[in-house]
């Protein structure tokens, strides 16, 4: 869905619907972040609230990964 910094539609910013299902969590997680600051960038368009895709991948980018098994070194 946004594999590219422009989506297939040819739209570079996405709705907050379109982010919570890209990263799959709830509308309302969305939208609390942005409430508190967290989550993804994002900019008013008009009245509207949209995210750029290349932030989406910068966030998505930013988040510390886990697991994966890790040996001591010798």
Known sequence: M????????????????E???????SVSTVR???LTGGGPR???IGCS???SV???????ASLSGGGGHQ????
């Open 19 to 25: 982010v919570a299902e890209y990263l799959a969590v």
């Open 54 to 60: 290349a932030d989406l991948h910068a966030y998505v």
């Open 42 to 44: 994002w900019i008013r």
């Open 2 to 17: 946004l594999q590219n910094d422009i989506a297939p539609e040819g739209r570079p910013y996405k709705t907050d619907i």
């Open 49 to 51: 609230v949209r995210y």
């Open 32 to 34: 609390r972040w942005r």
């Open 71 to 74: 040996t001591e070194a010798a």
